[in-house]
C-alpha cells in the first residue's frame, strides 16, 4: 500500500490545492506540542489503513499562521476532515485511530 500521498507537510500556499479534491484530513501542529507528537503516530497507522481513500497532511502552525487563522484553530493539535475542499469535520485534542478512520470512511 503506497503512502505516497499521506503524511505530506503542507504550507499556506499550498493549503486550497491540496484540499480542492477528495478527501484529506489536515493536522494542525507543532513540534513542541507534546499532544501533537502523540497524534503523529495515530496518523501514520491511520495511514496505512485508509489507502487511497484519503490524503493526511501536517501543518506546522508556527511556521504558517495564515490556514489555521483562516479556520480559527485556537488549540492544538487540531484536525479538520475536508471533502473536496469544504471542510466537514472538526477535532481538538489527540484523536484515535478508530474515530478519524469512521469519520473519513463515513464522508468517502
Known amino acids: 500500500m503506497s ?5 505530506n507537510n503542507i504550507n499556506d500556499s499550498e ?9 484529506s484530513l489536515v ?3 507543532a513540534p513542541w506540542c ?10 501514520e497507522k491511520l ?7 484519503a490524503r493526511i497532511y501536517k501543518m506546522n502552525v508556527d511556521e504558517n499562521q495564515m490556514t489555521p487563522g483562516k ?6 493539535p487540531t484536525l479538520i476532515l475536508f471533502k473536496d475542499g469544504q471542510a466537514v469535520k472538526h477535532f481538538v485534542g489527540v484523536q484515535d485511530e478508530k474515530t ?9
Not at 34 to 43: A, D, T, V
Not at 47 to 53: D, L, P, R, S, V
Open 3 to 7: 503512502q505516497d500521498n499521506v503524511l
Open 15 to 23: 493549503f486550497s490545492q491540496a484540499i480542492e479534491k477528495g478527501i
Open 27 to 29: 493536522d494542525f501542529w
Open 34 to 43: 507534546s499532544p501533537c507528537r502523540m497524534q503523529g503516530p495515530i496518523l
Open 47 to 53: 495511514a496505512g489503513q485508509i489507502g487511497e481513500k
Open 71 to 76: 479556520f480559527q484553530v485556537s488549540a492544538i
Open 100 to 108: 478519524l478512520r469512521q469519520s473519513i470512511e463515513a464522508v468517502a
